[in-house]
Structure formats: structure tokens, C-alpha cells
């Protein structure tokens, strides 16, 4: 095990959009981050360095969370931050879902954080500090029957009650559990999509960038009295409903 002074992320999904940019922006403040997503060892990217460690590796399968934990604990001897961001989106009109949808949405985008964060905190629990930041999204619990995705929403709402429900359990622990969601960002998820459509959802007219994702989770790491919080970047989108 080597020991850093450096602070130590994992982040999911990392290698595109979001993740990506979340890697980068921690890479750049010196951290160390062990990033994984299915086949992140190809991403053009990201290298591996001694700073970063690539994990590639299915996000729904308990191994991968196992092999990613080892990977930053051997390598960096503790984990101060946990980010899980990897999630798909299918849009459909609830009855056009597929058996194989369901379980492919529900596999990726609950059971990673379910498998990953659980296996973050027992070394959370012996360094007696630490912080999970789950990515959610603002259709979760402010839907849109312009967009109908039923299986995003009944995915993507259970993290800011997790978030909420951990945040209690862990807090003799100082481990600290807050979650983001972000309207519609300018990631490859939306490359094919009308962005001027998408804005109008957005009070503010736009859609989000993804350093606009990127500052709020920064934001939550620094602020070390802030759990349990659910941070809504979504354009206004949410306000007055």
C-alpha cells in the first residue's frame, strides 16, 4: 500500500461526458483518481499515470466496485471521494419499454452505486472521513410529459433518498453523502438531440455545461458541513414546481 498526502477519488462512467470532466478537473487539483467505466482503458483521454489508475469493468457488477476499491487502495492507500456518476438514459413512453430495458437501466444505474459505495466504506470507516456524491438528474423528481423516461425517473429518484438515508447511518463516521442533479447537459449523451428544444425545459435558456456539473461537485467536497443535500443544476427547471 502507498500511503499519499494526496486526497483520493473514484469516479464512475468516467470516461465521456460528465465522469470525464469530473477526472480532469480533480486531476488538475491534485488528486489522485482511479476511473472506471466498461472500456475507459481504451479512452483517448485519459492515460494511465501515476496519478490515475484506469479499472475497466461492467458499472452493475459487485466485482468491478471490488476491483476499483483495491485498485485505489492499493495504489493510493485511502479513498477521500466517491463519485457515481455512471448511468444511461432511454427516453420512451412508459409502455414502449423493453424487459431488457428495464433490467439494463435499473442493473446500471442503481445497482453500480448500490455495489460501489458499499464497498467504499469500510475504508471511509477507518480513515473516519469521506464523501459520496451521487448523479442524479432533475426529471427525477420533477418529470416532464413533454419527455416521457419513466425508467430514469424510477432509477435516478432513489439517490437523493439514499443520499439522505446514508448521510444519517454514517455521520458518527464523518462520511458525508450529498447528491447532484443536473438538467440536460451538453455531453455525447445529447450530441444528436435539438439543444435549442432542450434549453426551453431550462427558466435560464440554456442548457447546462458540464464544468457546471463539475463546480457543484467541488462545491459539495469543500463544503464539509454539507450531507444528505440533493443540488439541483438544472437551469431552474425546478423552480415553482
Known amino acids: ?16 461526458g460528465i465522469g470525464l470532466g469530473i477526472t480532469q478537473a480533480l486531476l488538475d487539483r491534485g488528486w489522485n483518481v482511479v476511473g472506471t467505466s466498461r472500456t475507459i482503458s481504451k479512452s483517448r483521454e485519459l492515460k494511465p499515470s501515476p496519478e490515475l489508475i484506469l479499472v475497466d469493468g461492467e458499472a ?19 479513498i477521500d471521494l466517491l463519485v457515481n456518476n455512471a448511468g444511461i438514459f432511454i427516453p420512451k413512453r412508459f409502455t414502449e ?46 418529470p416532464s410529459g413533454a419527455a416521457p423516461a419513466l425508467v430514469a425517473v424510477l432509477s435516478k429518484s432513489t439517490m ?21 442533479s443536473p438538467g440536460a447537459v451538453n455531453t455525447p449523451m445529447h450530441a444528436n438531440e435539438d439543444h435549442s428544444a432542450l434549453a426551453r425545459f431550462h427558466p435560464l435558456g440554456r442548457i447546462a455545461e458540464i464544468s457546471d456539473i463539475v463546480d457543484a461537485v467541488l462545491y459539495l467536497q469543500n463544503a464539509t458541513f454539507v450531507t444528505g443535500e440533493n443540488i439541483r443544476v438544472d437551469g431552474g427547471f425546478h423552480a415553482g414546481r
Open 97 to 142: 419499454y423493453t424487459e431488457e430495458d428495464f433490467h439494463l437501466v435499473m442493473n446500471t444505474n442503481v445497482a453500480s452505486y448500490f455495489y460501489m459505495t458499499q464497498q467504499v466504506i469500510p475504508t471511509m470507516k477507518k480513515q473516519h472521513s469521506g464523501h459520496v456524491v451521487n448523479i442524479s438528474a432533475a426529471l427525477a423528481d420533477q
Open 60 to 78: 452493475s457488477k459487485k466485482q468491478t466496485a471490488t476491483e476499483v476499491v483495491d485498485a485505489a487502495v492499493t495504489h493510493f492507500g485511502r
Open 1 to 16: 500500500m502507498n500511503t499519499t498526502e494526496q486526497p483520493v477519488a473514484i469516479v464512475t462512467g468516467a470516461s465521456s
Open 160 to 180: 437523493p433518498a439514499v443520499s439522505k438515508a446514508l448521510a444519517l447511518e454514517y455521520a458518527a463516521d464523518n462520511i458525508r453523502f450529498n447528491t447532484v
